[in-house]
């Protein structure tokens, strides 16, 4: 098994990837229930769904950023590189 060791930038747009995935979850969770709107129990949050809609780009960017990079693409094992990116990612934020 090969000894993945990813570069620091990776691990940094690894972690801004995470942090956005983390933005996203919470951000959705402010918005009022489709159907609560629908029963006219609750209004759209347009200002909310618009936050949503650029935290969900710049979502979409960062993943680009992670797994369009080249030491991932020339990883022998991509999984297991993947793996070792994640786990300095949250290694780096726990120390």
Do not use: F, H
């Not at 972690?15 to 709107?37: G, K, T, V």
């Not at 209004?43 to 969900?56: F, I, K, N, V």
């Not at 680009?64 to 999984?79: C, P, Q």
């Amino acid at each position: 098994m090969a000894d993945y060791v990813p570069p620091a930038e990776l691990v940094e747009a690894q972690q801004a990837l995470d942090a956005a995935m983390r933005a996203c979850e919470q951000l959705a969770s402010e918005l009022p229930a489709w159907s609560a709107i629908q029963r006219g129990e609750a209004e759209p949050d347009l200002d909310g769904e618009q936050r949503l809609a650029d935290a969900r780009a710049e979502r979409a960017r960062l993943m680009d950023r992670v797994y369009g990079d080249e030491w991932l693409k020339r990883a022998d094992n991509w999984l297991q590189a993947k793996q070792a990116l994640e786990k300095a990612a949250r290694a780096d934020v726990a120390s």
